[in-house]
């Protein structure tokens, strides 16, 4: 969907999957032996066990403390001699704002660009799909999988495990108070340097190139994640409509992630909390003193937001639904996106849903691919995920061995168990240094 480009050869994205979840229903009694990582792989210890209460503050049973002062030190340093600007770039950002909402409100989930798969080679037809899909960061790919085999793969599914659903509210992943640090997102000279410069309009989501050094993992909590995800995504499993257990989403990703990043530089004049008046932009200053908040933002735990926290933004009437989807349908969403799914399921069958989003293939995450291999091995849940015994007792679990038997060499290479191929007619010398650097950390250095 975007591609982006870098003369660093040995960290530019290669647009080819990286495997970040796996079920199905056989084992092998051989097993699959591993080749030794790279020396220079990344070693992380892994994360505390824990449940989805750990990682969003909004679902534990004790408020999260108050940031320590190293984070008004933080603020401080990020908008020097930039106040002036930061204040003239806010207001013209609560405009944008004020519009999208309106906009969103009048559009409902049809403000979401779809396309069918078959589609994607209409050159037209792909191009206005991408243009709709840069400005939203939302979108729903139409027939990716044939509703037949979709339905086959939710059967061997059903047969293996029982999902039991719960609920979060408005959140971004990829970490929280890392997007303000100088050492997650980069800070001011970082993937969000515009917005901090006082300039968000010229802040692009789609630009990849800072985005391959980021840490967005600083404290290695349930709420972090390591893994670089261009588009989270997921197929669907069954029919999904509004109200059914479906994503719901913010469909404006520059303008909301500019607003997260600015808010904490900011505070209402005015005791009063809401109304229009509390919305104005004549009604906010920049905060003096500099406190430590970053409104929603604890270590550690996932990033959250709420019509007290966040009130410009209007989540209570602009998070739309994505469009009803039908059993083979993707459904997309670009990495900063808001979303959340229902509260309350009202339908009379299960939304299920199968996770598999859009990893390009960079070092970082050729070394997260290095260190998942050998927890999906074990069967214990995958490194960004809180530690436990996962499926290591389940029966029947996928195992490396049935991989390498029974599936095709290019599942085989995004769940890490065969080299990339850097013999590869037609790809630049930069994704092919990619391919090699890949290969050397997953311990298949020389093919």
């Not at 609560?94 to 080679?121: C, D, Y």
């Not at 019509?307 to 059993?327: I, N, Q, S």
């Not at 009202?346 to 050729?366: K, R």
Request: charged content about 20%.
């Amino acid at each position: 969907m975007s591609e982006g480009s870098t003369s660093d050869r040995t960290t530019s994205p290669h647009l080819r999957p990286v495997a970040t979840t796996a079920t199905s229903t056989s084992t092998s009694s051989k097993r699959v032996t591993f080749p030794v990582r790279s020396a220079t792989s990344t070693a992380t210890s892994p994360k505390p066990t824990g449940d989805i209460s750990s990682v969003f503050p909004s679902l534990s049973s004790t408020s999260p403390p108050p940031l320590p002062p190293r984070f008004a030190d933080l603020k401080k340093r990020l908008i020097h001699c930039h106040e002036p600007s930061i204040q003239a770039s806010w207001t013209r950002l609560l405009a944008a704002l004020q519009q999208q909402r309106q906009e969103i409100k009048v559009l409902g989930s049809t403000i979401v660009p779809e396309i069918n798969f078959w589609e994607l080679s209409d050159v037209g037809k792909r191009t206005k799909f991408r243009d709709a899909l840069h400005k939203r960061g939302v979108a729903v790919i139409r027939g990716v999988v044939s509703e037949k085999e979709a339905l086959e793969w939710k059967e061997l599914v059903q047969r293996y495990i029982r999902t039991n659903p719960s609920t979060r509210g408005p959140h971004i992943d990829g970490g929280s108070v890392e997007r303000w640090e100088e050492s997650g997102y980069g800070g001011l000279g970082g993937v969000y340097g515009a917005v901090f410069n006082g300039s968000w309009e010229d802040y692009d989501p789609w630009e990849m190139k800072s985005r391959l050094p980021v840490k967005s993992n600083l404290y290695n909590g349930p709420g972090g994640c390591s893994m670089y995800r261009m588009f989270q995504g997921w197929l669907a499993m069954s029919d999904i409509a509004g109200g059914q257990g479906h994503l719901k989403v913010f469909p404006a990703v520059r303008e909301a992630v500019a607003y997260l990043l600015l808010r904490p530089f900011f505070v209402p004049k005015g005791a009063a909390t809401d109304g229009p008046a509390y919305l104005e932009a004549i009604n906010w200053a920049l905060e003096e003193p500099v406190s430590s908040a970053l409104q929603g933002a604890v270590p550690a735990m996932g990033q959250e937001l709420n019509a007290v926290t966040h009130p410009h933004l209007g989540l209570d009437k602009t998070m739309v639904h994505m469009p009803r989807v039908r059993l083979g349908d993707y459904v997309a969403w670009h990495c900063d996106t808001i979303h959340a799914v229902d509260a309350v399921h009202t339908g009379t069958s299960d939304s299920s849903v199968m996770y598999i989003p859009a990893c390009p293939l960079t070092e970082a995450n050729a070394e997260y691919l290095a260190r998942q291999r050998e927890t999906f091995a074990e069967g214990t849940p995958a490194p960004d995920f809180p530690s436990g015994e996962g499926e290591s007792q389940h029966r029947g679990r996928l195992t490396p061995e049935y991989v390498m038997k029974n599936i095709s060499v290019e599942a085989q290479r995004a769940m890490g168990l065969a080299p990339y191929d850097v013999q590869e007619k037609g790809i630049p010398e930069p994704e092919r240094a990619v391919l090699r650097k890949a290969n050397e950390i997953l311990g298949f250095a020389g093919t």
